[in-house]
């Protein structure tokens, strides 16, 4: 069974930090991308950002390019999303997500598995 697993997830000022972290179990991801989706209140599940399990740097939504930065350790089955200069419009729960794709998309009902999310909440 195939789990990913959020934390990380929390209160800060505007301008401050965050890293959240996804550890995936229950599958082999070396064919998949693995992808940061959040949803804001009253808003739609919105791309923020993605990375390959195999290699290659992340791909990034314009709304968080330059300010937030993926990064994997494939001995721990993990993917972090480093998040810096936090502004109040990133508040949203935060998932984490795996596509069967190698390529990394940013269409979110290309993610076949989710996490249950983390809340970022970031105050002005």
């Known amino acids: 069974q195939v789990q990913l697993v959020e934390s990380g997830g929390g209160v800060v000022q505007a301008g401050g930090s965050l890293r959240l972290s996804c550890v995936a179990s229950?599958?082999?991801?070396?064919?998949?991308?693995m992808g940061w989706i959040r949803q804001a209140p009253g808003k739609e599940r919105e791309f923020v950002a993605a990375i390959s399990w195999s290699g290659g740097s992340g791909y990034y939504s314009d709304a968080v390019k330059d300010r937030f930065i993926l990064s994997r350790e494939h001995d721990k089955d993990t993917v972090h999303l480093q998040m810096s200069s936090l502004k109040p419009e990133d508040t949203a729960v935060y998932y984490c997500?795996?596509?069967?794709?190698?390529?990394?998309?940013?269409?979110?009902?290309?993610?076949?598995?989710w996490g249950q999310g983390t809340q970022v909440t970031v105050s002005s």
């Open positions: 997500a795996a596509a069967a794709l190698m390529s990394k998309t940013t269409l979110v009902g290309d993610y076949r598995y």
């Open positions: 229950g599958r082999t991801f070396a064919a998949y991308t």
